[in-house]
Nanobody, 114 residues
């Protein structure tokens, strides 16, 4: 079993920054792709960013150039640096780990005021 715990969310003004962290524990393996997803009220969960075990990254077009995903395998932690935040970034952000099945954290709320 793998447990994922997100942290770092909060309420910020547009244009400001936040850094989210996802700490993994249990039977976590570093040789897997990790990702950040988000879900706004009334909308489906969408991919925000993904990072492979080797560090290759993929971003949604809506966040490209503003968000940066990174990982520290020794610390079993994945980060999402969010800069130039916009009100449309408001959502619950979830950490994702895939190994035979998907594992999700409880999510952390990010609210961006205009």
């Amino acid at each position: 079993q793998v447990q994922l715990v997100e942290s770092g969310g909060g309420l910020v003004q547009a244009g400001k920054s936040l850094r989210l962290s996802c700490a993994a524990s249990g039977s976590w393996f570093s040789g897997t792709t990790m990702g950040w997803y988000r879900q706004a009220p009334g909308k489906q969960r969408e991919l925000v960013a993904r990072i492979t075990s080797g560090g290759a990254t993929t971003y949604a077009d809506s966040v490209k150039g503003r968000f940066t995903i990174s990982r520290n395998n020794a610390r079993a932690t994945v980060y999402l640096q969010m800069n130039s935040l916009k009100p449309e970034d408001t959502a619950v952000y979830y950490c994702n780990y895939r190994n035979f099945r998907d594992y999700w954290g409880q999510g952390t709320q990010v609210t961006v005021s205009s």
